[in-house]
C-alpha cells in the first residue's frame, strides 16, 4: 500500500507555511502548531476540465470507488491510490427541495434545499470524513483509532473499524449529553468507549494527549484528511443542482469542520477553473454554544490574511475557564465551546464573504419541526441551519429570491428523545427530558390523540382531527 506523490501536507498559517508529506501522521504544524491542509499539485493531478465530466463515475458504479459518493469524486483528493481507499459506500444522500420549508423560512417556492447527510450509513454527515481519514490511517499503518465525540464521529468511527476489521476504535465521551442513539452505535459496534468526566471539550483535550503518548491514529476534525473528505458534500450538492451555483450555503457550527471543508472544496474548484463564482457561507450556532459567532460578530476576529488574532480567542477562552463556563444546548452534537477548526473557518468565511449568526433551543426545535412536516426527519443540531437561515431571511440578508441551501448533518434517530419530548410531553417533562430550559413551548407539536377503546369514539376522533 502507498500514498500518492501527488500530494503534501502545508502549514495553513502564511506565516509558516511548513510541508510535510502525506506519509506523516500530524494533527497540527510541527513548527507553529497551527493546523495543516492537505494540498495537491494540480498540474500532475489533472482533474476533469469540467465538473459535468464526473457525471459518467455513475455508469461505473458497480466498482466500490465510483458508488462511494466520496471517491466518486477521487480526481478532487487525489492523496492516496485508488486501490488503497476505504469505503463502505458513503456518501448516497439527497439533496431535496423543500418548498415547505421555504414558506416556513420565507424564501420564494424552488429555493430552498435540504442537503441530507442522514442518509450515510452510521446517520450522519461524519462518513464523508471518516472514509478519508480511514484511508490515510490505514495506508500509514494504523493499528488503533481514536476520536473525542458528542455521538456523531464515535458512531462513524466504529461503523467502520467494525465493518472493515482494519482497526480497534478508542472513543472518548464526554459525561454531558450524549443522545442514546448515537451512543448505542458506538457500543453496539464494539468500540472501546472510554467516559470521561468533563465535556466534549475536555474529552477532545485528552483524546490529543492519548493518541500522542500511545501513537494512536487521531480521526476528530482536526485531522486535514477529514475535511477532504467532507469537502465532497459540496460536491453532490452542485452535482444535484446540474452544476449551477447556489447562493447560500447554511451550516450547523459545532467544531466547524464542516465549514472548513466547504470553504476549501470552492476555493479548490474556482482555482481549477471548474466554477466562476464562490456561494456564500452562513454558519449557525446554537446560542449556548456560541464561541464562533461571539468571536466573529462581537469580537471581530477575521482571518485577515492568516493574522487573525489568535489572542482574541485566547483570551475569550481564559473568561470561559475563569467563569467555568460550559456549552449547553438541546443540540448536542455541536455543543462544543472551543472547535478546533476556528482558524479554518475564519478562512472559509473569508473566501466565501460570510456570515455567522446564533439561534436559540427554541428556533432548532421549531425549525426541526418544520423539516419532519416536510418529510425529512433530522437530528437537532441539523434544523440549527435552517433555523439559521429563517433568521438571515428575517433579516433581509438572505432575499426572498435567492437560492439557499441547509445542510442538515444527522438522521431524525440520532435522537429520537428530542423528537418525542417536543411532541408529546408537557413543558414540565420536556425540560425534564431533555435538559433545557430555552425550549418555552411545542409551536409546531403533533400531540397523539387519546380515546377511549371503542370504535364510535374513535371514529369521531378522525373526523374532528383529520
Sequence with gaps: MALTDLAYQRCISPQCGETYGTDEVRVA?????????????????????????????????????????????????????????????????????????????????????????????????????????????????AKRAACASTGNTSASLAMYCSVTRLMKAVIFVGSGKIAFGKLSQALDYGALTVQIAGDFDDAMARVKEVSRDL????????????????????????????????????????????????????????????IDRIPRLAVINAAGANTLYELYENRGLRWNGGNGGPCVACDYYKELDREGKKASTIASAIEINRPVNLNKCLRALDICDGVVRQVTDQDIMDAKAQVGAGGIGCEPASAASVAGAKLLREQGVIGADERVVCILTGHLLKDPTATVAYHTTDQDKFNEVLGSRDVKRASFANRAVAVPNDLGEIIKAIQLYS
Design 215 to 274: 501513537g494512536i491514529y487521531l480521526v476528530n476534525s482536526v485531522n486535514p484528511f477529514r475535511l477532504e473528505g467532507q469537502k465532497t458534500i459540496m460536491y453532490r450538492v452542485l452535482e444535484a443542482l446540474r452544476w449551477e451555483i447556489p447562493d447560500w450555503i447554511v451550516v450547523p457550527g459545532g467544531n466547524l469542520g464542516n465549514s472548513s471543508a466547504f470553504g476549501k472544496a470552492f476555493s479548490e474548484l474556482l482555482e481549477l477553473g471548474l
Design 29 to 141: 504544524c510541527g513548527k507553529c502548531g497551527d493546523l495543516l491542509d492537505v494540498l495537491y499539485d494540480w498540474n500532475r493531478v489533472k482533474p476533469p476540465t469540467k465538473l459535468s465530466d464526473f457525471e459518467q463515475m455513475w455508469t461505473r458504479r458497480h466498482e466500490p470507488l465510483r458508488f462511494s459518493g466520496v471517491w466518486r469524486f477521487h480526481e478532487l483528493l487525489p492523496f492516496a491510490a485508488a486501490q488503497d481507499v476505504v469505503t463502505v459506500g458513503e456518501g448516497q444522500t439527497v439533496l431535496q427541495r423543500a418548498d415547505s420549508v421555504a414558506k416556513y423560512v420565507g424564501v420564494n417556492s424552488g429555493g430552498l434545499y435540504l442537503q441530507y447527510e442522514g442518509l450515510n450509513p452510521s446517520g450522519s454527515f461524519k462518513d464523508n470524513g471518516m472514509s478519508a481519514a480511514f484511508t490515510h490511517a490505514r495506508v500509514t499503518g
